[in-house]
């Protein structure tokens, strides 16, 4: 179960994947739309961009907030190119991290700075 699906990079079929989800208080509608697929294992869900995975969740977090502490560097959420499918684009970009947003510590060359 850990092979990656190659449709998970359309949103509509990365929701599909949350019908079994169990945190309902958890939006899966915005963890579908920022990566996010259910492993079905848990409360684990995984980025298909970025191949993080976060389970363990407790009531204060936020799906974003998360993706980004464990994963910085989140090609969608970094707003670089991806072969991501959204639903709604623009629902997607008022979800994403400001352009401006950076990470201490981060390496990464190609930074928006
Ligand atoms: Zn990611």
């Known amino acids: 179960v850990n092979r990656m699906n190659d449709k ?3 949103e509509d079929e990365r929701l599909k994947t949350f019908e ?3 945190l309902p208080w ?3 509608n915005v963890l579908a739309q ?3 697929f259910y492993t079905n294992e848990d409360d684990k869900c995984k980025c298909y961009f970025c191949e993080v995975e976060i389970g363990r969740w407790v009531h204060e977090d936020h799906p ?3 993706h980004l502490r464990w994963s910085p560097n989140c090609p969608l959420l970094r707003r670089r190119t991806t072969n991501n499918l959204p639903i709604n684009a623009d ?3 008022r979800n994403l991290p400001q352009a401006s947003y950076d990470v201490c510590g981060s390496n990464d060359t190609s930074s928006l700075d």
């Open 26 to 28: 958890l939006d899966k």
């Open 34 to 36: 920022t990566g996010m």
């Open 20 to 22: 079994t989800w169990p």
């Open 64 to 66: 974003v907030n998360e």
């Open 8 to 10: 998970y990079h359309r």
């Open 91 to 93: 629902a997607l970009d």
